[in-house]
């Protein structure tokens, strides 16, 4: 966390501010709290993006989703004020690295640990669907590795205030390392098994360092999404079918939420009982 700014507003809301979690393209993201104590991570959209006239309007509706989405594996929506000069949602702050940032091509994830972060996303994206709801944006920084466990972030606001996501002017949104094929071609219906091709690739970032199809500019990382097959050197073998599965280009051919997690809990643990301090730090790599 970094201080506060001499421009930062003291409080928003009924939340007292504590110091900057980070910031993007489109908006400030705080550490805020409750007077009961209770942290919240608060973003907050740059005063531009808010002025465009159907901003406040898709703003709005995605807070009224997210607050639909229910369990453990989300972090839960506990204020929003979409008519703010500067709109603002607040939702449960989660301790803990992001995918991202804990993991790289030089130290990927142990498989038991890439297992546990399946787990977690595909009972996170169960409590989602069985909201009549498609996160459409599913990646490595939208993953907390919480102590209890992974847990998805941002959801229902990412299409909204995340500066990396991809958002063409006629609608489009993803982000292009992690967008299913027919996200890519801005198909009209999108439906969950674009979220499960993401998932897929979320689990190659977990295994390998990187993503499924490769780095560079997000045009050609979109054009090898619809044309190429993922690379999945490096995936642990017991993990290769699953993500391969998650990965194909027909939706109609991914498998469903509970069909991966029967596949997931059905791979063998390879690890011994962890310490205390081992599991709080599960995703850590022991030597």
């Given at each position: 966390m970094e201080p506060l700014e001499p421009g930062d507003p003291p409080t928003i809301g009924p939340f007292l501010l504590l110091g900057r979690l980070g910031s993007g393209g489109m908006g400030l993201v705080y550490l805020g709290r409750l007077s009961s104590g209770r942290p919240v991570a608060i973003k907050v959209v740059h005063e531009h993006f808010a002025q465009h006239p159907?901003?406040?309007?898709?703003?709005?509706r995605e807070v009224r989703a997210a607050r639909t989405v229910g369990g453990f594996w989300t972090a839960a929506v506990v204020d929003a004020d979409p008519t703010a000069r500067k709109p603002w949602l607040a939702s449960e702050f989660i301790e803990g690295p992001t995918l991202d940032k804990a993991v790289s091509p030089t130290d990927p994830l142990p498989l038991d640990a890439v297992r546990t972060v399946g787990l977690g996303l595909v009972e996170a994206l169960i409590a989602i669907h069985h909201a009549n709801l498609i996160h459409r944006d599913l990646k490595p920084s939208n993953v907390v590795l919480a102590a209890q466990g992974p847990r998805v972030i941002d959801f229902g606001i990412a299409r909204a205030m995340d500066g990396s996501t991809l958002t063409a002017p006629?609608?489009?949104v993803g982000t292009a390392?992690?967008?299913?094929p027919e996200q890519c071609r801005n198909e009209p219906t999108i439906g969950p098994a674009a979220d499960i091709f993401?998932?897929?690739g979320v689990l190659v970032y977990a295994a390998t360092g990187r993503g499924p199809f490769g780095d560079g500019p997000g045009y050609a990382i979109l054009a090898r999404a619809l044309t190429e097959e993922p690379d999945l050197t490096g995936v642990?073998?017991?993990l290769v079918p699953i993500v391969a599965d998650c990965l194909r280009?027909?939706?109609?051919?991914r498998p469903g939420t509970q069909e991966l997690l029967?596949?997931?809990?059905?791979m063998t643990a390879t690890s011994s009982p962890r310490t205390e301090q081992q599991r709080e730090r599960w995703w850590v790599r022991r030597s």
């Open positions: 159907d901003f406040r309007e898709r703003f709005a006629d609608g489009r390392a992690y967008m299913s993401s998932l897929g642990p073998e017991r280009k027909d939706p109609a051919a029967a596949r997931l809990r059905t």
